[in-house]
């Protein structure tokens, strides 16, 4: 098949896919087309919107290619889609979904003990809005549902896959956080925890029964740490 | 008309915080601390009984307002002067109580644990147990690791806000797809209850349509099955619907559809949908 014949047919499935097209359907669609072949003419014509100075362009999003309107003509394409835009994610839903999206999967007590607050309803909205489903349930107790990220997240944000998120460790470098003496602090926190674990539970405000016994369901969000760890693998510690 | 919105919740926020900043000089007097404690104790109790129904939207929850408070007088993160810091927490809640702000669990539990860690600090460390301990627990020390983790996060979610508001700028071509059939989505397998409804669907469709013939050809099933295979193979896919576009007896109709089920049976031929309700769609499985 010739290049130009290529770049032609693979120019039609773009213009004609309605979401995010993958190099693996573009594949079966075109059998004939030489391995590499594909990527060669999508980088062609990529190049060729650019220099060309289309209004449009090829991105790379959600492990596919789908075509873009420029960014300098935002302003006016935002006219036409007017009131039919779904609205800015809340703070809420962004911390939740940055939660998600570097430990999941992950249940809502894990998301709820790392916010401090309760997180039910963000999900609800979370899971409206296709940006995260449910994976399946923990083997924990309970057996907890779990959420993770969908493609139209990796859309949402404009992102190729996961790996194109920042680690999560970037942000506690950029907080100014010294990373030895972060870790130092935590091996040193987690040990002592471990070892007075019991002990410190009953050292604390006299009479105040009721009230401990609330923060520390909070706290742990009614599962053990233990647990939490043998079932969610951290994004951060695999990449790191 | 969202941004005004948003410029207007900013407004709130820093309108809040400069009260906050500035206590009045009876807020830094003792006294009130142990009100304020006595107050939240009784809230902490109503609170067990009856949730508090709304959130607080100024902060996230606590531990915003405590990154918050940390960050105001640049605090050491690992070195948090607890009692300073309680006392502001609570100075916060109680303007919050004043402008008659429902404040949520979250931050009365919070109160307490604060608190909690404020009371053992001003105890000696336990001289009773005679463990030689080399290095006594901080009890500063769960809440400072749950501050660096939520403020992690906070820092990524920042970063998600920041992408969210350059792909809005950016307008992807989307192409609606082909008789209502969406090309891209993920698309999951029906099963035979969404099957026996998209059938109902059908007949009520053909009735209306004034479509049934007496009489007519009748057809066998295993006919069916080769009509089905044949133009799935030269169509790669075909809606649910158009397996019926022929047929214009109930016996032809019934026996496309038991022929379909026998294919999704034998696993020759999958039927999916994007999601609940939308059109079914069927493929070959290869």
Redesign the interface.
Known sequence: MKHEELRAIVEAL????????TLA?MRSIVPGAAPGDIEEVLDDLAQEYETAEHS?QL?R?AK?Y??????EF?DW?TKL?RGR?P???S??A??T???I??RQPVTRSTIEA?????SQ?VLSTLLERSLIRVAGRSSGVGRPLIYETT?EFL?????RDLSD??E?GE??R??G?RQE??IA??V???R??V??GD??EQ???PG?S???E??RS??QGGESPGERESREPSRADDRA | M?DREQDHAMHDEESLMTVGEEPTPADVKGDVNTASAQTL?TA??MG?ERLPPV?LEIF?????LLLHLVRKNEID??DIPIATIAQQYLEYLQLLAMLDLTI???FL??A??L??IK??ML?PP?VD?EEEEE?P??PR??L???L??????????????G???????????????VEGV?????REPVGLFDLLGALQEVIKRLAAEDRYQVGGEDVSVEECIEVIVDRLRTAGEIAFTALFDAATTRRQIIAMFLALLELVRSRKVVAVQARSFDAIVLQLVS
């Open positions: 773009l213009f004609a896919s309605d979401a995010p097209l359907k449009f991105l999003v596919g789908q075509l873009y309107t420029r960014r935002a394409v889609y835009r609205a800015r994610l703070r809420a962004l911390e979904l940055s939660i999206a570097y790392i916010r401090g607050v309760e309803t493609g859309r949402y944000f404009g992102l998120l920042p999560i942000f506690e950029a907080l956080v003496e972060g602090s935590t040193r926190l987690s002592d925890m070892q007075h002990e410190t050292v604390s405000l105040g009721g009230i401990e609330e923060v909070a706290r | 969202y104790y902490i109790h067990s959130k996230e929850g606590p531990l915003d993160i690992f949520a669990g979250d539990v919070m307490a644990t608190m909690r009371v053992r105890l336990s147990e290095e627990e901080d020390a769960e400072v690791q749950q660096l983790e939520y403020r992690k996060f906070k820092e990524a979610a920042g970063h998600l806000a992408r969210e508001e350059e792909t809005r700028e950016l307008f992807p071509r989307r192409a609606t797809g969406p090309l891209g989505e993920e």
